[in-house]
């Protein structure tokens, strides 16, 4: 990549400002919780990994700046509450956040001078477990793809996404190191078109020959024969493999199962979550009316138009190839 | 409906421009052909059965404009052809076109004053006869929808696309003057939301409940029971019964018959074209790219984006539970 997503700059978290590109590269730099929040909500990062290590950096910023008598295990605790409800779906949210609370000495408040540093250094330890899991998901998925492979990907599971190279656009990196000529076809991902901001321009700019799509063009693509893979990411996925993703990710594995061609998600160990039995399980993050209804600050449908807009659906195991993971590619419940 | 959407003003053709919706309501008059056949290509009128009826109005007032020593048939038939070349898909403007050029004497060249009158006349009858097909095919369609059911459609297939009440909505305002309740859901239909911008207009002024959805969040509401009914329009049907509609119409087929939701195109008889013997000899128009990379005048994707853009696609007959015509109800080829 030439660029870094996230960042640990200082006692301060510096984000690429997703909202802006392709059109700007924007850097924000933020020294409180609060804002970093605020930039979860609005998309400025996003994707499951990213959106936990941008959360424990904020966990970490927020304990550094309480003032000694503030600083107490439950006043952290609480901070970490208030950071997992930026948003619902992603478990890496939670997961990054819990992991840095179980820091906390057990009987004592143990002191903020020690606390804080051990919470960045956990911070950064998930930052760079990612970017190890990333490049394995990468290689575990690239021997999956033959060179001349056309493979379809619906919004954003990229290095924008990560703390690496993503997970399943990963996949796309390393075949294009390992010389594998693949084509991709990027859904451009409505409402907030992820993948034609975010995609086309991570893979563009790795040099990947990227067709930027309509999401309602994905299935006559299949149909001629030009998609030989689909591969997305997850935001959480169940303990029975039922994979919560942005919206329209379950549609698109109704058509690859329709078409014979294998769907695979890609994803890290972290987003799998036990504690999840199953995908209705898992609570799906409506978004305002107004990113349909006016998005990028044009009007497009009537004044007060009723509109259903879930950030994410559930795509059932059974419509799952697999799972390529850090540690391997787990088969999913698809059979046919 | 409380607007005409095409109307003969005097020796002009007077349109709303549905580029400018919902926005806007703004009225064109067109006293020649030229502009009309720029109105269809950007799409300020388009629709199928509407393309049909503003290229016969088009034809009549081109041979009006010519002088008396320009005026033969072979001018006429010159004029149709240039016509005809709006955009290649729909078989109504060939149609409506050859119908009127069918009314120029055999053998002589009859002279203006008796054609154009006749050509002004036939236009007129043009459109008129949608107005009843409308109509006829909204009650033949109503029969197919109970109190309360759920109905989704692709693009806009309604007064907009018609000299009428529609096609597949006209069967949503037949049920709503019969008293049925019945709850809508449109796809926005990208790249140019005719979805968002029309269809729920359209139906929003006529009081029928209508939720505005993403394109690929129809696959979560089919699996979620929401949806009852797929009906949508067509551009062409061929001799087997493959029907060319907007992008992403044949994905729905396909999330219709996996979710066992029947899918109806509705379409006068005149969008049948026995001449085209399958899908695959119909020519599908490929858009321009900033339709995708630079909808509403906003940059959303990279300078240079590679971008694949059909305006429309074939779902073949396999995937047509029915066609609901101004003469009945056919069955498609979907048996299951």
Redesign the interface.
Known sequence: MKFRPIERAGNCLRLIDQTRL??ELVFNEYDNHQDIIEAIKRLEVRGAPAIGISAAYALAIAAGRLSETEFSNEEVRRLGEEIKAARPTAVNLFWAIDRLLRLLPENSDGGQREVVPLLWQEAERIHEEDLLMCRRIGENGADLIASGDGILT?CNAGALATGGIGTALAIMYICHEQGKKIRV?A?????L?QG??LT??EL?QAGI?????????????M?QGKINHVIVGADRIADNGDAANK??T???A??A???DIPFYVAAPMTTFDSGTESGQGIEIEQRSATE??E?????????G??????AF??TPNGLITGFITDQGIRPGGRTA
Chains 1, 2 share one sequence.
């Open positions: 392709p059109g619906h076809y859904d451009e991902t409505r409402p078109l034609a901001r086309a321009w563009g020959d990227c067709t930027l799509i309509c999401d309602n063009a994905a299935a006559v693509l149909a919206i329209g379950y549609g698109v109704v058509l199962r329709a078409h349909i209804t998005g990028f600050g044009v009007r497009t449908a009537p004044e138009q009723k509109v259903y807009a879930p659906d559930v």
